[in-house]
């Protein structure tokens, strides 16, 4: 059986489960035979209306056997843009559930794992077209999450997010929550997937040392990269960072021959990010991007585009925090990245506000499952043992806790 590195358990490791849980919303659609949101059945015109997107999405389908994984993990594919509008009808009023051995949490990621790397795919989700269509897939999905109806997953049953095995593996008893209460008191499972932690659950590394830097998210090391580019071909293998393509061409002159660390986050941990440094919020930059575009050169990434977190940090939905550092450490920034449905990254910061180190700079809406933070040529002096990046990808990495110790300038 095949077993496949998929990091931060955004999908199962074994493909089996995937195609279960694939075949099992296949019918679940079927069944349920509703029709079409109003979205889904804008996108639908979307396709057949413009030429180059029929082509796209007919295509994308057509090729996929240049793709399919070893005949032993079981071959179950979506098998044409019509198959795929329904099955992403019946996602938009469900939630993901917990499963600890095959968790879903990125379901329209799944149904697209297969066409999103053909020739047809790569193209289709870097259009600005596509990903303005898909942002209000999107959205329509988070109203659906943000609603109360959304709560159904969150109960004690083997697949609801309240079960031992869950509260377990999230250490609930570190977050905010009311045990007693229905739902333990979240109004929502985004209400649920942004939950906060209790005072004093992540103490942070030396408050009062500025050059001691703080993890800004519980995430795994990905990659730390030094003497970063003005411009570089993110696109390649080894997905070089590109600064003027990372930050939009905001204050990259500040950044060249500096640092980068990227770091992922898992499915089941903490999703608010925190100032790593004390300073002031010099800009907040959003960037609209793509959602589902993964690196041509990584070939087919059974968990795309998890494998090209480095290229996304280029491309995808993102929204930049330039923090000007109190001394030495000056201006830094935070990128919060989208990946795939996991898109949404919201500030809670103004700029030209003050903020001290291990204060919350804002949160991930079901959403911005890797991060970066940029560095100035020469200001990293080591980085902590545990923020070293570990395997291929960062596979092996460890979860760094928020607030803990990262790196000395």
Same mark, same amino acid.
């Given at each position: =059986?095949?077993?496949?590195?998929?990091?931060?358990?955004?999908?199962?490791?074994?493909?089996?489960?995937?195609?279960?849980?694939?075949?099992?919303?296949? +019918?679940?659609?079927?069944?349920?035979?509703?029709?079409?949101?109003?979205?889904?059945?804008?996108?639908?015109?979307?396709?057949?209306?413009?030429? +180059?997107?029929? =082509?796209?999405?007919?295509?994308?389908? +057509?090729?996929?056997?240049?793709?399919?994984?070893?005949?032993?993990?079981?071959?179950?594919?979506?098998?044409?843009?019509?198959? =795929?509008?329904?099955?992403?009808?019946?996602?938009?009023?469900?939630?993901? +559930?917990?499963?600890?051995?095959?968790?879903?949490?990125?379901?329209?990621?799944?149904?697209?794992?297969?066409?999103?790397?053909?020739?047809?795919?790569?193209?289709?989700?870097?259009?600005?077209?596509?990903?303005?269509?898909?942002?209000?897939?999107?959205?329509?999905w988070t109203q659906y999450l943000d609603s109360p109806d959304s709560r159904y997953v969150l109960?004690?049953?083997?697949?609801?997010?309240?079960?031992?095995?869950?509260?377990?593996?999230?250490?609930?008893?570190?977050?905010?929550?009311?045990?007693?209460?229905?739902?333990?008191?979240?109004?929502?499972?985004?209400?649920?997937?942004?939950?906060?932690?209790?005072?004093?659950?992540?103490?942070?590394?030396?408050?009062?040392?500025?050059?001691?830097?703080?993890?800004?998210?519980?995430?795994?090391?990905?990659?730390?990269?030094?003497?970063?580019?003005?411009?570089?071909?993110?696109?390649?293998?080894?997905?070089?960072?590109?600064?003027?393509?990372?930050?939009?061409?905001?204050?990259?002159?500040?950044?060249?021959?500096?640092?980068?660390?990227?770091?992922?986050?898992?499915?089941?941990?903490?999703?608010?990010?925190?100032?790593?440094?004390?300073?002031?919020?010099?800009?907040?930059?959003?960037?609209?991007?793509?959602?589902?575009?993964?690196?041509?050169?990584?070939?087919?990434?059974?968990?795309?585009?998890?494998?090209?977190?480095?290229?996304?940090?280029?491309?995808?939905?993102?929204?930049?925090?330039?923090?000007?550092?109190?001394?030495?450490?000056?201006? =830094?920034?935070?990128?919060?990245?989208?990946?795939?449905?996991?898109?949404?990254?919201?500030?809670?910061?103004?700029?030209?506000?003050?903020?001290?180190?291990?204060?919350?700079?804002?949160?991930?809406?079901?959403?911005?499952?890797?991060?970066?933070?940029?560095?100035?040529?020469?200001?990293?002096?080591?980085?902590?043992?545990?923020?070293?990046?570990?395997?291929?990808?960062?596979?092996?990495?460890?979860?760094?806790?928020?607030?803990?110790?990262?790196?000395?300038?």
């Open positions: =059986m095949r077993h496949t590195a998929r990091l931060g358990r955004w999908l199962p490791f074994d493909q089996k489960h995937l195609n279960d849980w694939l075949k099992k919303t296949i +019918e679940g659609s079927k069944q349920k035979k509703a029709p079409f949101h109003p979205v889904i059945e804008e996108f639908r015109r979307m396709i057949e209306n413009d030429p +180059e997107m029929y =082509m796209y999405f007919t295509q994308m389908f +057509e090729q996929q056997p240049l793709f399919s994984p070893p005949p032993e993990s079981g071959d179950i594919k979506i098998q044409d843009y019509h198959q =795929m509008l329904e099955i992403i009808n019946h996602i938009l009023s469900s939630a993901p +559930e917990f499963n600890t051995t095959a968790m879903v949490g990125c379901p329209i990621n799944a149904i697209l794992d297969f066409p999103m790397i053909t020739p047809a795919g790569l193209a289709a989700f870097l259009s600005p077209k596509v990903n303005v269509m898909l942002k209000k897939v999107l959205k329509a109960n004690d049953s083997e697949n609801g997010w309240l079960s031992p095995q869950a509260l377990q593996l999230l250490h609930m008893d570190d977050f905010l929550h009311d045990p007693k209460a229905p739902y333990f008191g979240f109004k929502s499972w985004n209400d649920f997937f942004i939950r906060q932690l209790k005072p004093g659950a992540r103490p942070v590394a030396e408050p009062d040392n500025d050059k001691v830097i703080a993890s800004a998210c519980e995430a795994a090391p990905f990659a730390i990269s030094t003497n970063v580019k003005e411009c570089d071909a993110f696109w390649l293998k080894s997905q070089p960072y590109s600064l003027r393509h990372m930050l939009d061409g905001q204050f990259v002159d500040e950044f060249i021959g500096g640092t980068v660390y990227q770091a992922f986050l898992s499915a089941d941990n903490y999703h608010r990010w925190h100032s790593p440094v004390s300073g002031t919020i010099k800009k907040i930059h959003h960037l609209e991007g793509t959602y589902f575009s993964e690196a041509p050169s990584e070939g087919f990434d059974p968990a795309g585009p998890c494998n090209s977190q480095g290229y996304i940090a280029h491309t995808a939905a993102r929204a930049l925090v330039f923090i000007e550092a109190d001394h030495p450490i000056g201006l =830094m920034c935070l990128i919060a990245v989208g990946m795939a449905e996991v898109s949404t990254c919201i500030a809670t910061v103004k700029e030209q506000s003050k903020v001290k180190k291990g204060d919350q700079l804002g949160y991930i809406q079901f959403g911005g499952s890797t991060h970066c933070l940029l560095f100035r040529k020469g200001v990293i002096s080591q980085f902590a043992a545990q923020a070293l990046p570990q395997g291929p990808n960062g596979i092996s990495s460890p979860i760094v806790k928020v607030n803990s110790l990262l790196a000395i300038a």
